[in-house]
């Protein structure tokens, strides 16, 4: 069964500051790897996704993530972060063997403060 | 991309009633997911819906609780039944893109049962 673990529930950063929003995941197949935001009161939004290829993937607002498969890890980064990225970010692991259903972590609430 | 709409955007509910929520996509899809994002926490898939068959229900949820309907091929509900205060959620639909590469996600039903 696949899992992901994100090791930090909450962190908090100063703006312009560069931030690393850590994930672990297990699996014994290959995966598809995801980070998605959700900005308080609203749906989730991709952030930026892993299929194959290159293990540095960018995504929207700045951000980027490293897949890892040695340390099966895929943290996303930011190297200046703004008021505007407070929210809580999930990172998200899929089987594309299957029906693709996405297995969440539990979260990491990103706080930036002035 | 897909525009998923959902309906309510949110309730106040009293205990022992029901809740049907409307799930609406702009074109048609195959599957859709419907999770449970419980206050401070992660998502959780409930069941999988394809239309033209019962829905795939996730460990820990059942048909008689969760009751799920899919008429066509861009339209779903999921009615929450007999609700208790540990309902308290919100309510997510869900589809995926093209190849299965990435999901997409509704602005959620946020649900509080008193």
């Known amino acids: 069964a696949q899992s992901v673990t994100q090791l930090d529930s909450q962190v908090p950063v100063f703006e312009e500051a560069p931030v690393e929003l850590r994930c672990n995941y297990s699996?014994?197949?290959?995966?598809?790897l995801f980070w998605y935001v959700q900005y308080p009161n609203q749906g989730l939004q991709l952030l930026l996704k892993?299929?194959?290829?290159?293990?540095l993937v960018k995504g929207i607002n700045g951000f980027e993530a490293e897949f890892n498969k040695s340390q099966t890890s895929f943290h996303l980064r930011k190297p200046s972060v703004h008021i505007s990225d407070t929210a809580e970010y999930f990172c998200?692991?899929?089987?594309?063997?299957?029906?693709?259903?996405?297995?969440f972590g539990a979260g990491t609430r990103l706080a930036v403060h002035p | 991309s897909a525009v998923i709409s959902q309906k309510p955007s949110r309730d106040i509910c009293q205990r022992g009633t029901s809740l049907t929520i409307q799930c609406q996509v702009d074109?048609?899809?195959?599957?859709m997911f419907w999770y449970r994002q419980q206050p401070g926490q992660s998502l959780t898939l409930i069941a999988t819906?394809?239309?033209?068959?019962?829905?795939?229900?996730e460990s820990g949820f059942v048909i008689d609780k969760f009751p799920i309907s899919r008429p066509n091929l861009t339209f779903s509900t999921l009615t929450v039944s007999n609700m208790s205060p540990e309902d308290s959620s919100i309510y997510l639909c869900?589809?995926?893109?093209?190849?299965?590469?990435?999901?997409?996600f509704g602005q959620g039903t946020r649900l509080t049962v008193v």
């Open positions: 869900s589809v995926h893109g093209e190849k299965n590469t990435e999901a997409f």
């Open positions: 699996s014994s197949v290959s995966v598809y």
């Open positions: 892993y299929l194959s290829g290159s293990t």
């Open positions: 998200a692991v899929s089987d594309p063997g299957g029906y693709n259903k996405l297995i």
């Open positions: 074109s048609q899809v195959t599957m």
């Open positions: 819906a394809n239309q033209g068959s019962e829905a795939t229900y």
